[in-house]
């Protein structure tokens, strides 16, 4: 298999001639590559690398399944950068160098629609990777069950403010308001925190999903309420809890004095949990999400139907119901961080335990 990055930034003419740019395979999709076009070829399409997950976990896992199953097979691979239109480009140079399915995470789910129709215009099966497309012919969704995980973040918090949160004020930080998984996950949260009794006293949509956004939504919160008001932060993933933090230890706040969530299950989330910076984050079986996707998609291109036993959901998308593989996220904490992405082998101790977290390891049975 051969691995193949790019995102070609060509005039329109170019594309219509069909002449794609080669560059260097330097993971951030900005450049494409060429190749001899043996074996079937498939399109992974991811939409950003400030979330650490889809460069270190996402893409390989994908490409070692592909590998696997179809050595012959060619994933061109590209990374959007958090830009919809690069990522226009980056599927239509992947419809003209001619892969037969689109693996799409979309950066922005409602422009995405523009590329579906682009795919299907030529025949090409796509599937929905992670965030879903609406209003739009695609073929399969493959993703977590994402109300449940705003739920779950939710419910987390409120464990973490003790037997009586009723009263006490929060702040929530949601995902990127152009992704429909951020709006699950808001879901899910309201339908905990609402009838909790605690005072969501701000909220905020983050665009991108940008830890530094977090950071100031953080520092507008604390200077409006004080910072002795605040009783936890509900963040709809690692990243921005990392902004959250880094706002709250600005203004003198101790982070281990207040529950916040985080989502994604990153190395400093969980370093952060060891210390008592963060409470929790969602373990999302990352892998397993790659690995089944990459078997649609093998099949996909192959013209046949994924192995039946892999769909468990249709998800109504506003255009169909969508033959769907949904997993099960999991809250960790300190004390199931060694039950959870350790014992799955997500990650070696090694990478958890290093300098100032080692003592914080060992103490939580890791190592």
Not at 109 to 114: F, G, I, L
Not at 166 to 182: H, K, L, R
């Given at each position: 298999?051969?691995?193949e ?103 922005d ?6 590329m ?17 497309i ?21 419910g987390?918090?409120?464990?973490g ?34 009838k ?15 830890p ?7 520092e ?13 932060v ?22 281990s ?5 985080g ?33 649609i ?6 013209g ?26 999991v ?37």
């Open positions: 298999m051969r691995t990055t790019f995102a070609c930034a060509l005039a329109a003419a170019i594309l219509a001639a069909g002449v794609i740019a080669c560059g260097d395979d330097d993971g951030d999709g900005g450049d494409g590559g060429g190749g001899d076009g043996g074996g079937k070829q498939i399109a992974l399409l991811l939409p950003e690398t400030k979330t650490a997950r889809y460069e270190a976990h996402d893409r390989p896992a994908f490409e070692a399944e592909v590998e696997r199953l179809c050595p012959e097979c060619e994933v061109i691979y590209a990374n959007a950068s958090q830009d919809a239109n690069k990522q226009q480009t980056q599927a239509e140079a992947a419809i003209t160098k001619g892969a037969e399915v689109l693996v799409l995470d979309a950066v789910a409602e422009s995405a629609t523009v579906v129709e682009r795919a299907k215009q030529s025949d090409i099966p796509v599937l929905a990777y992670d965030r879903l609406s209003d739009a012919d695609i073929d399969y969704y493959v993703s977590f069950d994402n109300v449940r995980q705003g739920r779950l973040q939710a987390s918090l409120l464990d403010l003790g037997s009586k949160p009723a009263g006490e004020s929060i702040v929530m930080i949601n995902g990127s308001p152009t992704d429909p998984s951020a709006g699950d996950y808001k879901q899910g949260a309201h339908e905990v925190l609402d909790s009794g605690v005072e969501i006293a701000r909220e905020y949509d983050t665009p991108d999903w940008s530094d956004k977090a950071q100031l939504e953080m507008q919160a604390i200077t409006a309420l004080g910072k002795d008001k605040l009783a936890g509900y963040s709809a993933n690692d990243g921005m809890a990392g902004g959250a933090i880094a706002a709250l230890k600005s203004a003198g706040v101790d982070p004095s207040i529950p916040i969530t989502g994604d299950a990153e190395v400093a989330a969980l370093q952060r949990i060891l210390i008592g910076e963060q409470y929790s984050t969602i373990y999302l079986t990352i892998r397993k999400q790659a690995q089944v996707s990459a078997e998609a093998v099949a996909a291109a192959k046949a139907d994924p192995p039946g036993q892999l769909l468990n959901a249709k998800v109504d998308n506003g255009s169909g119901e969508v033959p769907s593989v949904l997993l099960t996220p809250v960790v904490t300190k004390e199931n961080i060694a039950d959870t992405v350790i014992e799955d082998g997500f990650y070696e101790p090694s990478e958890i335990c290093s300098g100032e977290f080692a003592k914080a390891c060992t103490d939580a049975g890791i190592g």
